[in-house]
C-alpha cells in the first residue's frame, strides 16, 4: 500500500517504525474524520520525488532562481488542469495549505481593519474565516460572525439583515462541519448589495463539486480557495482561483492574489506538492471521480439515516454533504468520550462543537463523522448501516458505563476518568472493534484510483 523505504529502513529505523505503525494504523481503521481521505500511489510517488530539492521562487517564467525549467513545465500544467476542471481564468496553485491561501485573498482584497463576515466556528465555519482573537482573521481585521438558526440551518433573511447592517468588505461562504449545501447565488445576491467581494472556501466540498454533487461557485464567487486532500484525494496543499466575476470586479485580481502568495506571504514553492496536485488534478478528471464523488454523499446520507433510526439528534437534522455531526446534549456525553471512545473501537473521528453549544471547544458537545476516506475504500450504504450500528454500540455502551460510574459531565473533563469510562465499556468496544476489523480487511486502502 505504502512505500517500502528500503533506504530510511538503513539510515533511520526508529523514524521508519513510526512510519510502518502509523501505516498499519490507517490501514486497521475507519477513518471518518471528514477532512482526512486516502491519496492515490501516484500522488504519494510525486511527493517523494528530487523535486523538493530545488528552489523556485517567483512564476513560471519568472522566476529568481536559474534552473526552473522542469519545475516551471510542471506547475504550469497543475494550473493548466486546474483551470480546466473548475473552468477559471486563473489559478495559483503556490499555497502551502488552506490557511495561507485564505490570508492570501484577505490581505489582497483588504486592508487591516476591513470588516469581514464569515460563518461562525460552532455553525460550522473555520478558524481563518474570521472567528475572534483566535486567529490573524480576527486579529488584523474587524471580525463579524454569522450563525445557523436553531434548526442548524443558515438563515439566509437573518443573514441579509445582517450584512446589510454591518457592511462587510468580504463575506466567506465555506464551511468546515455545515452538513447542507450552502446557495451561493444567494451569498452573491447579498454580497453585490453592498458591494462585498465573496470568498468561496469549499476546502471540504471541492470533490462533491467536480462530481456534480454540490453547488458550484464559479458563477457567483470573485474567489475560491480551496485545500487540495480532503475530498479531492490530493496533497496537503491548496489552492486559489479568480472566476471571471473577480476579474469584471477588479481587473487586477490575478495581479493581486500572485503578489500576496509570493513574495507577500511565502517563499520557494513546495515542487514536489505541485507536481502531486498535477497528478490529483488529472485523477479529478477521470469518470470514476465523479462516480465516487456521487458514492461520497450517498454514504453519508446512509450514514445520517440510519444513526437517526437510532435516536440521535444530528445537526441540522442530517446531511446533503460528506459530513454529519451527532449532538451528544440528549446522551450527557461530551464529544472528548465518544471520540476517545470510537478511537479505542477502531473508529476515528472527532469532537466538535454544535450550535449553541454550553461547553468550551476544547470539551464540546458533538463528534464529526465523514464518509470521503470510507468511500474510498470502496464501500458502500450497507457498510454504513453496520458503521452507525456500530457507532450506536460504542455510544450506548460509553452512556451505560458513565451511569454506572455516576460521572458528571464535568467529571468527564478529566483524561483519566474518561479512561477509566472507556476501560468499563471495553467488552463492547472489543466487540465493535472486531466488525471495523472485519469491514477493513474488505475493503482494504487499495489507492491505485
Given at each position: ?16 517504525a ?38 523556485s ?32 481564468p ?31 466556528l ?13 486567529t ?42 455545515y ?19 465573496l ?48 476579474l ?8 493581486k ?75 450527557a ?69 458513565k ?15 474518561r ?31
Amino acid at each position: 500500500m505504502f512505500s517500502s523505504m528500503q533506504f530510511l529502513n538503513r539510515v533511520d529505523p526508529a523514524i521508519a517504525a513510526l512510519i510502518k505503525k502509523e501505516e498499519a494504523r490507517q490501514r486497521r481503521t475507519l477513518m471518518m474524520i471528514p477532512s482526512e481521505n486516502y491519496s492515490s500511489r501516484a500522488v504519494q510517488e510525486a511527493l517523494a520525488t528530487g523535486l523538493t530539492n530545488k528552489y523556485s521562487e517567483g512564476y513560471a517564467g519568472a522566476r529568481y532562481y536559474q534552473g526552473n525549467r522542469y519545475i516551471d513545465a510542471i506547475e504550469s500544467r497543475c494550473v493548466e488542469r486546474a483551470k480546466r476542471l473548475f473552468h477559471v481564468p486563473h489559478v495559483n496553485v503556490q499555497p502551502y495549505s488552506g490557511s495561507p491561501a485564505n490570508s492570501a485573498v484577505y490581505f489582497a482584497l483588504l486592508s487591516p481593519g476591513d470588516t469581514i463576515m464569515g460563518l461562525s466556528l460552532a455553525s460550522g465555519g473555520h478558524l481563518t474565516h474570521g472567528v475572534p482573537k483566535l486567529t490573524f482573521s480576527g486579529q488584523y481585521f474587524h471580525s463579524v460572525q454569522y450563525e445557523v438558526g436553531s434548526d442548524g440551518w443558515i438563515d439566509y433573511n437573518a443573514l441579509e439583515k445582517q450584512i446589510k447592517k454591518t457592511r462587510p468588505r468580504l463575506i466567506v461562504a465555506g464551511t468546515t462541519h455545515y452538513p447542507r449545501r450552502l446557495d451561493f447565488r444567494r451569498f452573491a445576491e447579498l454580497a453585490d448589495q453592498v458591494g462585498a467581494n465573496l470568498l468561496a472556501d469549499v476546502s471540504h466540498v471541492v470533490g462533491l463539486i467536480i462530481a456534480g454533487v454540490y453547488p458550484d461557485p464559479v458563477p457567483y464567487a470573485d474567489v475560491i480557495t480551496t485545500t487540495t486532500h480532503k475530498t479531492l484525494r490530493g496533497p496537503r496543499a491548496a489552492m486559489i482561483m479568480v472566476t471571471n466575476k473577480g476579474l469584471k470586479r477588479d481587473p487586477q485580481l490575478n495581479e493581486k492574489i500572485d503578489r500576496a502568495v509570493f513574495p507577500g506571504l511565502q517563499g520557494g514553492p513546495h515542487n514536489n506538492t505541485i507536481a502531486a496536485l498535477a497528478v490529483a488534478l488529472k485523477e479529478a478528471g477521470q469518470p470514476g471521480f465523479i462516480r465516487y464523488g456521487k458514492q461520497i454523499v450517498k454514504n453519508a446520507a446512509r450514514l445520517a439515516e440510519r444513526l437517526h433510526q437510532h435516536g440521535y439528534q444530528l445537526v441540522s437534522g442530517g446531511t446533503d454533504t460528506h459530513v454529519l455531526v451527532i449532538d451528544l446534549r440528549p446522551q450527557a456525553l461530551l464529544g472528548n468520550t465518544v471520540a476517545e471512545g470510537l478511537e479505542a473501537a477502531g473508529i476515528v473521528t472527532n469532537r466538535n462543537k454544535v450550535p449553541f453549544d454550553p461547553n468550551p471547544a476544547f470539551y464540546p458537545s458533538g463528534v464529526r463523522l465523514g464518509t470521503p476516506a470510507l468511500t474510498s475504500r470502496g464501500m458502500q450504504e450497507k457498510q454504513m448501516e453496520i458503521i452507525a450500528d456500530a457507532i450506536d454500540q460504542v455510544i450506548r455502551s460509553l452512556h451505560q458505563a458513565k451511569a454506572s460510574l455516576e460521572l458528571t459531565l464535568n467529571d468527564e473533563r478529566k483524561k483519566t476518568n474518561r479512561a477509566n469510562l472507556i476501560r468499563r465499556a471495553g467488552r463492547e468496544l472489543k466487540q465493535v472493534n472486531a466488525v471495523v476489523t472485519a469491514l477493513c480487511r474488505r475493503f482494504p486502502v487499495v489507492k491505485e484510483y
